[in-house]
């Protein structure tokens, strides 16, 4: 189970590529006003070799490790997802930070802990995403069976 069960309709692909849009004319960042923090991922097609971009969630920030946590809302579906599988290193950036960086993804057993531990910092925005996806939970427990069937990946800047 990924957080959407199917793949975007045309509306969402396009409702997805607004934060980009944002990011892009210089507004990154203001993801902050609304309780998130995003990360732009830019990575190689995997069929094209075109440069494709992406907005994904950061769920948590390791500053010691220096490592981020981010989610794949169509897990293994996700265009962006199977674009790092096929070309493992790829750009990214959270705020002004700017890194090329490689993913693996986490555990199961890590993935529903993290989902909580995101609730408890952000309840408001995390309901809201959970809901919108049509993922609705009545408690930690609950939310800790969803987010443990979820595709967290843990994202490292690659030493250059």
Not at 124 to 138: D, E, L, Q, W
């Amino acid at each position: 189970m990924t957080m959407f069960e199917k793949r975007p309709s045309p509306f969402l692909k396009f409702f997805f590529k607004i934060p980009v849009f944002f990011h892009k004319i210089g507004f990154s960042g203001w993801e902050r006003l609304i309780g998130a923090q995003w990360m732009l991922i830019t990575t190689t097609g995997r069929k094209t070799g075109k440069r494709r971009e992406a907005m994904v969630d950061v769920m948590d920030y390791d500053k010691v490790a220096d490592i981020y946590y981010i989610e794949a809302a169509y897990g293994s579906r996700a265009d962006w997802y199977r674009n790092i599988k096929s070309n493992p290193v790829f750009e990214a950036q959270v705020g002004h930070r700017k890194f090329k960086a490689h993913a693996e993804e986490l555990a199961e057993k890590d993935t529903g802990e993290m989902l909580v531990q995101f609730f408890r910092r952000k309840p408001a925005y995390t309901r809201s995403v959970m809901t919108m996806a049509g993922m609705n939970f009545k408690d930690e427990e609950e939310l800790r069976t969803i987010g443990s069937k979820l595709t967290l990946l843990a994202v490292k800047p690659k030493k250059e």
